[in-house]
């Protein structure tokens, strides 16, 4: 570590920390019970914030949309946007990340029986957060651009809510990749027209000249 970056430490071999359900633990530790529901069923969700000179962008914005989405799948946070904030903000500080990424989770708990109802309102919901380091895209693609390949959007009609059931998205990416592309725009039928939604991993813009 120098000056507070990470500097040519690879990310696997960082000793990083985690937050998980109110308290900051080694990520290489075991936290997450296997019969969780975010693993047995993708019950959960996720918002990703953007930090930089590790600072929290637009989180107000992103941490009220978790709470509408976990209010409609009925869920519950266990802290509140000022502590939720303040306990990311101390992540980024212990992992000492400058330009980087706030991922937070929130699944309805475990569930050692597995059903597919939703388990006692007494069961705890899952809350964890890391705090990583930006993945940064090649000069070259700055330059010259990539090769984009369009893949029929297969989510489900809930794309408003983040739900961490990410497979689509993950056949779109890794199709495009195979063809030896960099993205793949998905695309949707509506009223007889090709429509784009997202890309596998990224958001898009167009500007119109």
């Given amino acids: ?7 040519e430490v690879k990310l696997e071999e960082a000793l990083m920390w985690a937050f998980y359900d109110g308290k900051f633990v080694q990520e290489k530790g075991k936290h997450v019970q296997l ?13 990703v914030v953007r930090t930089i000179k590790g ?7 992103h941490f009220t949309r978790m709470i509408k989405s976990a209010a409609f799948f ?22 000492a990340i400058e330009d980087g990424e706030l991922y937070i989770q929130l699944t309805r708990g475990t569930d050692l029986h597995r059903e597919h109802r939703f388990p006692s309102e007494k069961t705890p919901s899952t809350f964890f957060m890391l705090a ?18 369009t893949y029929p959007d297969l989510r489900h009609k809930l794309c408003e809510h983040k ?31 090709k429509v784009a939604t997202e890309g596998g991993s990224s958001n898009y813009f167009l500007v119109k000249d």
Avoid: C
């Fill in 55 to 61: 600072r929290i962008l637009f989180f107000e914005d």
């Fill in 74 to 95: 009925n869920m519950e946070i266990p802290f509140t946007s000022q502590e939720t904030k303040e306990f990311a903000s101390e992540l980024i500080r212990r992992n």
């Fill in 163 to 193: 739900t961490i059931n990410l497979l689509p998205n993950v056949l779109a990416k890794n199709f495009a990749y195979s063809n030896g592309g960099y993205e793949a725009l998905m695309f949707r039928d509506f009223e007889g027209k």
């Fill in 1 to 7: 570590m120098h000056n507070g970056v990470m500097n």
């Fill in 35 to 47: 019969e969780n529901r975010g693993l047995t069923f993708a019950d959960g969700l996720f918002e």
């Fill in 132 to 149: 990583l380091p930006l993945r940064r895209i090649d000069a070259e693609n700055w330059k010259n651009g990539v090769k984009l390949f």
